[in-house]
């Protein structure tokens, strides 16, 4: 290099050098500019201006529900059957039908009620949520580790998301607000027995269930659908925890289900899912004392037996938590060619709340971003809106033209090769419950499936938040238990009647003394004097 090429050069850069947003070299990351070394500063510090200003906005918008979460990259395998016949018979998607074949997926574990920062030991369902990059786009199967809900229509979701999230006023998780909606809404029995057992706190995400919940449909190249229910079964086993348990993981570590998945990932000890699907006839069933389409029910395996349609792996995890964790958009209306919605009316309402939350949180153009995008083609007449950094054009369109149809050049539809679905459908309009509730026989099966350690603690944990609720509340609860099973019914009742009703039901669901803590800190705390 001559002397007159040194006098021009600025700022000595290598591939490690650190930059502002503009490409800009930072020369001086440790001070900002002022009027001598005591300040004060100008306000002309553009390298700290971007660097607070993006500060003050790496947080996106929470998630309502699913807050707390982890997520690493896999793949599935199909094994081109369901059962012993081949897939084809029931379903035309492409990711099912070759034997062997392997499509990227991305997924995302989490709980559901608490924020993005709570224990992953707290007394919760988990999201078990997996996005399938297919050849035909992607596909999203978005459900929980529990295989029902808590309730059956889309329209008491925000009212049940209220009464389980802390309350208004103290901000702090109120039991007696849980039971009374759940007192209130009979269909939740099932489920209530299934979160207060240890099957409410799984010991972390890999030895967890996973389920889609609601019922789906498949269709084959004839246009025919049959109802179908999508099941996860871990390959690493399941575990559960007691409330003992989890309180004493929680002391030590409140993010030990992340832990645990990522550093079983980066060991090499993958872990594993089979997917099995359940399959009926569409129509509604009427031999059964459920409606088929009843997300608060399970179907029996008995009659409607599990069919192993492939497997998944995760063997990567994040490169970065935000972007491909927290950036993650999933939405039960993302469906690919061969899988289709059913009329569950929880399913339908999810369908519009998951894709619109996403837009909301994550932005207009949310499905731009690489981990939410499809790994194949994309060409839409959309443009505009926050944070579009690209247009979605083919190779050769008109760039003027962006309508369809058109004769200048612009895009055209795809040729439909499978025959359409097209079910029948007809009744009046209404607003009205479905006709076969059955509200509580399955969680009076549930409990009799329970090993007996497992009824001990679902009696257990129940009687201790149930047991400072107002009356009429125990009342209730007592009286779904008992038309369930008489034991249970018989346990709950008599527990109540021994238990104290002194203590706060301001705390975690389940907690056996969490109501003592604000006192007991008080009195183990250590005494400091002003410095």
């Given at each position: 290099?001559?002397?007159?090429?040194?006098?021009?050069e600025?700022?000595?850069?290598?591939?490690?050098?650190?930059?502002?947003?503009?490409?800009?070299?930072?020369?001086?990351?440790?001070?900002?500019?002022?009027?001598?070394?005591?300040?004060p500063?100008?306000?002309?510090?553009?390298?700290?201006?971007?660097?607070?200003?993006?500060?003050?906005?790496?947080?996106?918008?929470?998630?309502?529900?699913?807050?707390?979460?982890?997520?690493?990259?896999?793949?599935?395998e199909?094994y081109?059957?369901?059962?012993?016949?081949?897939?084809?018979k029931?379903?035309?998607?492409?990711?099912?039908?070759?034997?062997?074949?392997?499509?990227?997926?991305?997924?995302?574990?989490?709980?559901?009620?608490?924020?993005?920062?709570?224990p992953?030991?707290?007394?919760?369902p988990?999201?078990?949520a997996?996005?399938?990059?297919?050849?035909?786009?992607?596909?999203?199967?978005?459900?929980?580790?529990?295989?029902?809900?808590?309730i059956?229509?889309?329209?008491?979701?925000?009212?049940?998301?209220?009464?389980?999230?802390?309350?208004?006023?103290?901000?702090?998780?109120?039991?007696?607000?849980?039971?009374?909606?759940?007192?209130?809404?009979?269909?939740?029995?099932?489920?209530?027995?299934?979160?207060?057992?240890?099957?409410?706190?799984?010991?972390?995400?890999?030895?967890m269930?996973?389920?889609?919940?609601?019922?789906?449909?498949?269709?084959?190249?004839?246009?025919?659908?049959?109802?179908?229910?999508?099941h996860?079964?871990?390959?690493?086993?399941?575990?559960?925890?007691?409330m003992?348990?989890?309180?004493?993981?929680?002391?030590?570590?409140?993010?030990?289900?992340?832990?645990?998945?990522?550093?079983?990932?980066?060991?090499?000890?993958?872990?594993?899912?089979?997917?099995?699907?359940?399959?009926m006839?569409?129509d509604?069933?009427?031999?059964?004392?459920?409606?088929?389409?009843?997300?608060?029910?399970l179907?029996?395996?008995?009659?409607?037996?599990?069919?192993?349609?492939?497997?998944?792996?995760?063997?990567?995890?994040?490169e970065?938590?935000?972007?491909?964790?927290?950036?993650?958009?999933?939405?039960?209306?993302?469906?690919?060619?061969?899988?289709?919605f059913?009329?569950?009316?929880?399913?339908?309402?999810?369908?519009?709340?998951?894709?619109?939350?996403?837009?909301?949180?994550?932005?207009?153009?949310?499905?731009?971003?690489?981990?939410?995008?499809?790994?194949?083609r994309?060409?839409t007449?959309?443009?505009?809106?926050?944070?579009?950094?690209?247009?979605?054009?083919?190779?050769?369109?008109?760039?003027?033209?962006?309508?369809?149809?058109?004769?200048?050049?612009?895009?055209?539809?795809?040729?439909?090769?499978?025959?359409?679905?097209?079910?029948?459908?007809?009744?009046?309009?209404v607003?009205?419950?479905i006709?076969?509730?059955?509200?509580?026989?399955?969680?009076?099966?549930?409990?009799?499936?329970?090993?007996?350690?497992?009824?001990?603690?679902?009696?257990?944990?129940?009687?201790?938040?149930?047991?400072?609720?107002?009356?009429?509340?125990?009342e209730?609860?007592?009286?779904?238990?008992e038309?369930?099973?008489?034991?249970?019914?018989?346990?709950?009742?008599?527990?109540?009647?021994?238990?104290?009703?002194?203590?706060?039901?301001?705390?975690?669901?389940?907690?056996?003394?969490?109501?003592?803590a604000?006192?007991?800190?008080?009195?183990?705390?250590?005494?400091?004097?002003?410095?």
């Open positions: 290099m001559t002397n007159e090429q040194s006098s021009h600025t700022n000595v850069e290598n591939e490690n050098t650190l930059t502002n947003r503009q490409g800009h070299p930072v020369t001086n990351n440790q001070n900002i500019r002022t009027v001598g070394n005591r300040g500063a100008t306000l002309e510090n553009y390298d700290f201006i971007e660097k607070i200003s993006h500060f003050d906005r790496e947080r996106i918008p929470e998630r309502v529900v699913h807050a707390r979460g982890a997520g690493a990259h896999g793949y599935f199909a081109g059957t369901a059962g012993d016949e081949p897939v084809s029931y379903t035309r998607a492409k990711l099912f039908q070759e034997k062997g074949k392997r499509t990227p997926v991305f997924v995302r574990f989490s709980s559901v009620i608490h924020g993005g920062h709570s992953e030991t707290l007394r919760d988990r999201g078990f997996v996005k399938f990059y297919t050849e035909d786009g992607n596909w999203d199967l978005v459900g929980n580790n529990l295989k029902i809900f808590f059956r229509d889309a329209i008491k979701f925000p009212d049940m998301i209220h009464a389980f999230k802390p309350d208004p006023i103290t901000n702090i998780q109120d039991s007696q607000r849980f039971f009374d909606f759940c007192a209130s809404s009979p269909e939740t029995f099932h489920m209530v027995t299934f979160v207060y057992s240890p099957w409410g706190i799984p010991a972390n995400y890999r030895m269930q996973g389920s889609g919940v609601n019922t789906y449909k498949w269709v084959n190249s004839d246009g025919v659908a049959v109802l179908v229910k999508y996860w079964e871990p390959k690493q086993g399941i575990k559960n925890l007691t003992k348990e989890a309180s004493e993981i929680q002391a030590t570590n409140f993010n030990h289900a992340t832990q645990d998945l990522y550093e079983a990932i980066e060991r090499g000890d993958y872990p594993e899912w089979e997917l099995l699907v359940q399959i006839s569409d509604e069933h009427p031999e059964l004392d459920f409606d088929p389409l009843d997300d608060t029910k179907w029996p395996e008995d009659q409607f037996p599990w069919l192993p349609v492939g497997k998944m792996i995760l063997n990567r995890n994040p970065d938590y935000f972007t491909e964790v927290e950036q993650a958009a999933f939405g039960t209306g993302v469906l690919v060619d061969g899988l289709d059913s009329d569950d009316k929880m399913l339908q309402g999810r369908t519009f709340s998951y894709s619109d939350t996403q837009r909301h949180r994550v932005g207009a153009n949310y499905l731009q971003l690489p981990i939410n995008a499809p790994k194949k994309v060409a007449n959309q443009s505009g809106g926050q944070m579009q950094y690209k247009v979605d054009r083919a190779p050769g369109q008109n760039p003027h033209i962006n309508y369809e149809p058109s004769i200048l050049g612009g895009l055209e539809e795809a040729e439909q090769v499978g025959k359409e679905y097209t079910p029948h459908i007809e009744g009046r309009l607003r009205q419950s006709d076969r509730q059955s509200n509580t026989k399955q969680a009076g099966e549930t409990y009799r499936r329970f090993e007996q350690w497992e009824k001990d603690e679902l009696l257990t944990n129940l009687i201790t938040d149930l047991s400072t609720c107002d009356q009429r509340i125990q209730k609860m007592i009286a779904l238990a038309e369930a099973d008489n034991e249970y019914g018989k346990r709950l009742r008599e527990g109540l009647a021994k238990a104290s009703k002194e203590g706060s039901n301001q705390k975690p669901l389940g907690n056996r003394n969490g109501d003592q604000p006192e007991k800190a008080i009195e183990k705390g250590h005494e400091a004097e002003p410095y």
